[in-house]
């Protein structure tokens, strides 16, 4: 039995839908069970019912769906048979990174927390998500420009299904133990080149308009607290121009190259259409 936390989010998704196609047993947890909509095969539990990891050897732990319980998770996880924790982390955590900053440090608080679980890990460290591209959304679907800051901002975004397929090799696969992974997509791209990415994919002419960093810090992401935000505007202004790190680890793990940002767009085409 494998346990899923974040099973609905993007990654954890895929990953279940994944993990099924394998014909593995899946326990995905998800803040409104009933609303789940995963396969049907698949357990569905809240993060605080009883015997979550029943029967469980393996953990794919999301620090954004686990928060401030991780410490209780994990030590719920080994108690309950868990051997293994694949970990999704951050990027950012890296040599010379800004250990102030909140995106750090949540995550490498959650590393060490698994680190000292007394379970084997394996931490899997994305870069910039190509997902990050559904902020711009609603404009598209009103419209043919995109009102944003940074427009010259440079990544290599990576699919969610990439980092599933990565997780996946991870969970199933011997190897993968003490091993850290750095995520990439296999090329990179501005944020107007996003744009245009998915204005093809779409059939359409997009624009990117270039706006203040002071409107976006009003609105976006506005799930986050202000301060992590700023945080964030911060980095990306730091990535206008400058050469994103790329990692082909996708590839010598999954035995197949990254998706460009093309193909996600491609793929997610119905989430920007009118």
Known sequence: MIVITGATGN???????RLVAEGQSVRGVSRDPKRAALPPDVEVNHLESEGLFDGASKLFLHVRATGDHTGTV??????????????????????GADETHPIHLMHARAEQLVRDSGMEWTFLRPNAFSTNAFQWAPQIRQGDSVHAPF??????????????????????DPGH?????????PAATTNAGQVAAIGQALGRELTYV???????????????PRQTVRALLKSFAATVDSPPEITFEVESITGRPART???????HRADFAA
């Open 74 to 95: 994990l030590e719920r996880a080994r108690a309950g048979g868990v051997r293994h924790v694949v970990m999704l982390s951050s990027g950012i955590i890296r040599e």
């Open 261 to 267: 940002f093309a193909e996600w767009a491609e793929d």
């Open 151 to 172: 427009a010259g901002a440079v990544s290599a975004p990576i699919h969610e299904d990439d980092i599933a397929a990565v997780a996946e090799r991870c969970l199933l």
């Open 11 to 17: 990654v954890g998704r895929a990953l279940v839908k």
């Open 210 to 224: 270039e706006t203040p960093t002071e409107e976006a810090e009003a609105t976006l992401f506005p799930e986050l």
């Open 177 to 185: 133990e003490s091993a850290v992974h750095r995520l990439t997509g």
